[in-house]
């Protein structure tokens, strides 16, 4: 099979068990706090990657950067209980719609941490990314909501989430980095699920387990169809979970679409769009250091 073709099936299946791990958060959380669905993703989800050190073999654990995996366990912990209780309380499209917003977190922070250099297109597109924020949150109106503004606040977790995975895998394996996120995930959420603590019942622990397992597998999916495919080329088949999520929060939980969702929705998604192609075109004009590419990813 092609490379592009190969890239483009991962990504999309990437982005069908993304979407299914956002229904089953909403499923889990009817009984559970968000807290303690996050500390559920977190464990089955490195239940599923441990079949990764049988194909690899104990060494895959071997690392001399394991105080930076620590602060980025922490933050993307931070991250996802911010993004699971945005997927709790708020309608999925609008929780969806707002964890887009990452990438341009990840724009701002790579110029300003790995000392990138932005252009004007690019921070016109930024600039036109939280035009679309602005739209879906509506600050200063009765549309506004505190609520919102977690899910704003985890993509802001996200994006420094992102920029340290860039870092890592500049020279760390890809299931490395997967692996020890899940192990470290497990400890670090458990004692904020503890405070909050119910056992599940009944179906709700084919949601949390189904959780992560489709949280893990969107992930590994993910890595490698960045290995495989340009960022440019593969961040609109992501996009493609906003309208899946929206659909099935409209067929399960009644929720309509509004205009100001969807509008916002659109800007942001055509503003990402525009960065990942300014990415991909700066990308082969530089040397390759082994760095994933900063694509959306949602919240894990």
Avoid at 81 to 86: D, K, L, M, P, V
Avoid at 97 to 124: D, K, N
Avoid at 136 to 164: C, K, L, N
Avoid at 223 to 237: C, E, F, H, Q, Y
């Amino acid at each position: 099979m092609a490379a592009p073709l190969h890239a483009a099936l991962l990504m999309l299946g990437s982005t069908v068990f993304f979407a299914f791990m956002v229904l089953t958060i909403r499923l889990a959380s009817g009984e559970l706090h968000a807290f303690e669905v996050a500390f559920f993703r977190s464990f089955f989800g490195m239940l599923a990657a441990l079949p990764l050190l049988r194909r690899h073999g104990p060494g895959l654990l071997k690392t001399d950067q394991f105080p930076r995996y620590i602060v980025r366990c922490m933050l993307g912990t931070a991250a996802m209980f911010c993004g699971f209780w945005a997927i709790a309380n708020l309608p999925l499209a609008h929780a969806v719609s707002l964890s887009y917003s990452s990438p341009l977190f990840v724009t701002i922070a790579a110029a300003l941490w790995l000392g990138e250099q932005v252009r004007a297109r690019r921070w016109s597109a930024v600039i036109a990314g939280f035009i679309g924020v602005l739209v879906i949150v509506r600050p200063g109106t009765e549309g506004f909501s505190w609520g919102s503004m977690v899910a704003v606040a985890a993509a802001v977790i996200s994006a420094v989430v992102a920029i340290q995975i860039k870092q890592l895998t500049r020279t760390e394996p890809a299931d490395r980095v997967v692996l020890w996120t899940t192990i470290l995930w497990v400890p670090m959420s458990f004692l904020p699920a503890l405070a909050v603590w119910e056992w599940p019942h009944g179906i709700t622990w084919l949601w949390v387990v189904a959780a992560g397992v489709l949280g893990t597998a969107g992930h590994m999916l993910w890595t490698r169809a960045l290995k495989l495919g340009d960022v440019s080329a593969l961040s609109p088949i992501s996009f493609l979970q906003l309208p899946i999520v929206a659909l099935l929060g409209w067929l399960l939980f009644s929720e309509a679409l509004d205009a100001w969702t969807v509008t916002g929705a659109a800007i942001i998604l055509g503003a990402n769009g525009y960065i990942a192609h300014r990415e991909a075109q700066l990308a082969r004009r530089r040397p390759v250091t082994g760095a994933t590419p900063a694509a959306n990813k949602p919240a894990e």
